[in-house]
């Protein structure tokens, strides 16, 4: 079994910067690809973000280049680091992972889940 437990989100302006983090206990491994999903009210969970293999990266098109996802092995951490943030970033936020070691931008192939963490971004 896998926890995932996220923290970081708040309130902040438009332009603004979080951080976000995922803590994994348990079951965990380093192959996972670890991931950072999205969810607005009204709308589906989709793909932020994604690594795996150690360092290679993927990202959704409406957030590259703002937005890095990293991960600290020996802390079992994986990071969101949210720049120049807008209101349509607003959501809950999810860290994943997938048992798929070579990268997935698909909810259905993440096997564990955090609870969420709101990320609010006002206007």
């Known amino acids: 079994q896998v926890q995932l437990v996220e923290s970081g989100g708040g309130l902040v302006q438009t332009g603004g910067s979080l951080r976000l983090s995922c803590a994994a206990s348990?079951?965990?491994?380093?192959?996972?690809?670890m991931g950072w999903f999205r969810q607005a009210p009204g709308k589906e969970r989709e793909f932020v973000a994604a690594?795996?293999?150690?360092?290679?990266?993927y990202y959704a098109d409406s957030v590259r280049g703002r937005f890095t996802i990293s991960k600290d092995n020996a802390k079992n951490t994986v990071y969101l680091q949210m720049n120049n943030l807008k209101p349509e970033d607003t959501a809950v936020y999810y860290c994943?992972?997938?048992?798929?070691?070579?990268?997935?931008?698909?909810?259905?192939?993440?096997?564990?889940w955090g609870q969420g963490t709101q990320v609010t971004v006002s206007s």
């Open positions: 690594i795996f293999w150690a360092t290679n990266t």
């Open positions: 994943a992972a997938s048992r798929i070691s070579s990268g997935t931008k698909i909810v259905g192939q993440y096997d564990y």
């Open positions: 348990g079951r965990t491994f380093t192959t996972f690809t």
